[in-house]
């Protein structure tokens, strides 16, 4: 397996107590897999990212336990020298506000350079001419004109392609992509997966695809891993997820996705608010939000129960959410 978490645990000190932003998480990816990690805002899916990139701002944040493999290395246990040489060159990040992540100061085509300058030696000639390249590997129109421009003279779907070409300026084995799509428009969010996936498959890289919009992961992903309260509430294949949630919360996030066919009906919505993580409730944390809580619910912490070989659900009623 290319990345395998296991049991990663994460903590913020606040001043209203510990924060468990994630709890014992473990998932896996494979080279030329695409693993959806899906939940609402809150739920862990960048800090677990961020963890496995070893960008996690520390403090206030600290990873507190779990293992996370690359490769077969444990990159808790590498020195942080180590751990930059990683970055960039075998494992990369996309960030979902593409303005902010990039120096406004610097042309994006001294930016693209800079990775072969310094992981690669290259001079600042051939660096360019590379930059050039990967800005018309990801369809930016004009490369060579444009390649002097600063990131406010493109649009919010050029800043992201260019975020796009620098993770794979190294061509590394894995990219995780942190809510790639927010803030832009329908047909440009079209575009930008299309274009990420083209290249995953060019480059039989694994994908870790960080997301709120179930719409997106339909089409791109293989997996998905479900989040809530810094947990994973359940792991499938896509297509078992969308044919029948095995978790009520994953049928929640399922039943909130409009529908053409449904058109005049009232939005569903899953009632109340994520727990607060400094005071995660006792026993399964969904169980004041959801429908089919009983008392054991309020008590007992569920396991991942094994659905399937491939399958797995944090639910003590798993059966009857499968069933409908």
């Given at each position: 397996m290319l990345l395998e978490v296991r049991d990663l645990h994460v903590e913020f000190h606040t001043r209203d107590g510990v924060a468990k932003a994630v709890d014992g998480v473990g998932y896996g990816v494979d080279a030329g897999e695409t693993l959806a990690v899906l939940g609402e805002s809150g739920s862990g899916k960048s800090v677990t990212a961020q963890a496995v990139m070893g960008i996690l701002d520390t403090p206030p944040g600290r990873i507190t336990g779990g293992e996370v493999l690359f490769q077969g290395r444990d990159l808790l246990k590498l020195k942080e020298e180590e751990r930059r040489r990683v970055r960039g060159a075998e494992m990369a990040m996309i960030f979902q506000d593409a303005l902010s992540s990039l120096n406004p100061v610097l042309s994006v085509g001294d930016q693209l350079a800079e990775m072969f300058t310094v992981h690669r030696g290259m001079s600042r000639r051939d660096a360019r001419a590379k930059a050039v390249e990967l800005m018309d590997r990801v369809r930016i129109p004009a490369a060579r004109e444009r390649v002097g421009?600063?990131?406010?003279q493109f649009s919010g779907g050029m800043r992201q392609r260019i975020m796009i070409a620098m993770a794979l300026a190294l061509e590394p084995a894995l990219i995780i992509a942190d809510e790639p799509t927010t803030a832009l428009d329908v047909t440009v969010q079209a575009q930008v997966m299309e274009l990420l996936s083209e290249l995953q498959r060019e480059y039989d890289m694994g994908l870790i695809l960080i997301t709120h919009d179930l719409g997106v992961v339909a089409d791109v992903a293989d997996r998905i891993a479900v989040m809530y309260a810094g947990r994973i509430v359940e792991s499938a294949p896509v297509h078992d997820i969308y044919k029948a949630p095995a978790h009520p919360y994953t049928r929640g996030l399922l039943d909130s996705v409009p529908r053409l066919d449904l058109k005049g009906r009232e939005?569903?919505?899953?009632?109340?608010l994520?727990?607060?993580?400094?005071?995660v409730p006792p026993g399964c944390a969904f169980h004041p939000r959801c429908p089919l809580a009983r008392d054991v619910c309020r008590t007992d912490e569920p396991p991942l129960y094994e659905v399937s070989p491939t399958r797995g659900s944090a639910c003590h009623f798993w059966r009857e959410c499968l069933n409908g």
């Amino acid at each position: 397996m290319l990345l395998e978490v296991r049991d990663l645990h994460v903590e913020f000190h606040t001043r209203d107590g510990v924060a468990k932003a994630v709890d014992g998480v473990g998932y896996g990816v494979d080279a030329g897999e695409t693993l959806a990690v899906l939940g609402e805002s809150g739920s862990g899916k960048s800090v677990t990212a961020q963890a496995v990139m070893g960008i996690l701002d520390t403090p206030p944040g600290r990873i507190t336990g779990g293992e996370v493999l690359f490769q077969g290395r444990d990159l808790l246990k590498l020195k942080e020298e180590e751990r930059r040489r990683v970055r960039g060159a075998e494992m990369a990040m996309i960030f979902q506000d593409a303005l902010s992540s990039l120096n406004p100061v610097l042309s994006v085509g001294d930016q693209l350079a800079e990775m072969f300058t310094v992981h690669r030696g290259m001079s600042r000639r051939d660096a360019r001419a590379k930059a050039v390249e990967l800005m018309d590997r990801v369809r930016i129109p004009a490369a060579r004109e444009r390649v002097g421009q600063y990131p406010h003279q493109f649009s919010g779907g050029m800043r992201q392609r260019i975020m796009i070409a620098m993770a794979l300026a190294l061509e590394p084995a894995l990219i995780i992509a942190d809510e790639p799509t927010t803030a832009l428009d329908v047909t440009v969010q079209a575009q930008v997966m299309e274009l990420l996936s083209e290249l995953q498959r060019e480059y039989d890289m694994g994908l870790i695809l960080i997301t709120h919009d179930l719409g997106v992961v339909a089409d791109v992903a293989d997996r998905i891993a479900v989040m809530y309260a810094g947990r994973i509430v359940e792991s499938a294949p896509v297509h078992d997820i969308y044919k029948a949630p095995a978790h009520p919360y994953t049928r929640g996030l399922l039943d909130s996705v409009p529908r053409l066919d449904l058109k005049g009906r009232e939005l569903y919505a899953i009632k109340g608010l994520p727990p607060n993580l400094t005071h995660v409730p006792p026993g399964c944390a969904f169980h004041p939000r959801c429908p089919l809580a009983r008392d054991v619910c309020r008590t007992d912490e569920p396991p991942l129960y094994e659905v399937s070989p491939t399958r797995g659900s944090a639910c003590h009623f798993w059966r009857e959410c499968l069933n409908g």
